[in-house]
């Protein structure tokens, strides 16, 4: 009877440690779950942390973005004034016109001063100017044809025009242009030769007699 009293304490002894593993877990749960809670409590403050710093670095990038823009400025163009109507009227106005061949003649002609050379008579005059001895007696009355001096007297020749040998004025175009032939020119210019010199003054007679 003593021997079975003694046996039952080790059964005890199994019976508890089971309770003691039990125990144990539970305290490492409790202890999971409150380091849980705690991160999640220090999370909120973490986020709040983390605004003001992207806040801050948006901040910053709006300002080197306005920067940029700032350096990116150009200065304003320097107007140009442009002419107005009435100074390029100006300005074309005082352009040298082209030069234009003129013909010096008027309508009733003009008179050319002949210097009589030696051999000449009024006749022969008259002749060369394709003019009458009348017309050319009349130009001059005061003279007498018998006493004609050689070198000093001159004579009143009426004559078409005077042309000035421009570009291109050959006798056959000069002719063309007051309506007589190349013949007439070259007697009236005492010329032995259909040539002309640019710039030498040509004597246009009438194309009919006068």
């Not at 003649?105 to 008179?111: D, E, R, V």
């Amino acid at each position: 009877m003593e021997l079975e009293d003694r046996n039952p304490k080790p059964e005890e002894t199994s019976q508890n440690l089971p309770m003691a593993v039990l125990i144990t877990l539970v305290g490492i749960v409790c202890l999971m779950l409150y380091v849980g809670w705690q991160m999640l409590s220090d999370e909120p403050s973490k986020v709040s942390d983390i605004n003001p710093t992207m806040e801050s670095v948006g901040q910053e990038i709006i300002e080197a973005e306005a920067d940029a823009v700032e350096i990116t400025e150009v200065d304003e163009l320097p107007e140009i004034e442009m002419p107005k109507s009435d100074e390029k009227a100006a300005a074309t106005s005082t352009k040298p016109a082209a030069p234009t061949k003129t013909v010096t003649t008027t309508a009733g002609g003009k008179t050319y001063k002949h210097v009589v050379k030696s051999g000449e008579t009024f006749f022969s005059i008259a002749t060369r100017y394709n003019l009458s001895l009348a017309t050319l007696r009349s130009e001059n009355k005061g003279v007498d044809e018998s006493k004609l001096k050689v070198g000093s007297t001159k004579l009143n020749v009426p004559i078409q025009a005077i042309h000035i040998v421009g570009p291109g004025d050959i006798l056959r175009v000069v002719g063309s242009k007051y309506g007589v032939s190349v013949e007439q020119i070259m007697k009236a210019n005492a010329k032995e030769k259909n040539h002309s010199k640019r710039g030498e003054e040509l004597i246009i007679p009438f194309a009919q007699k006068k």
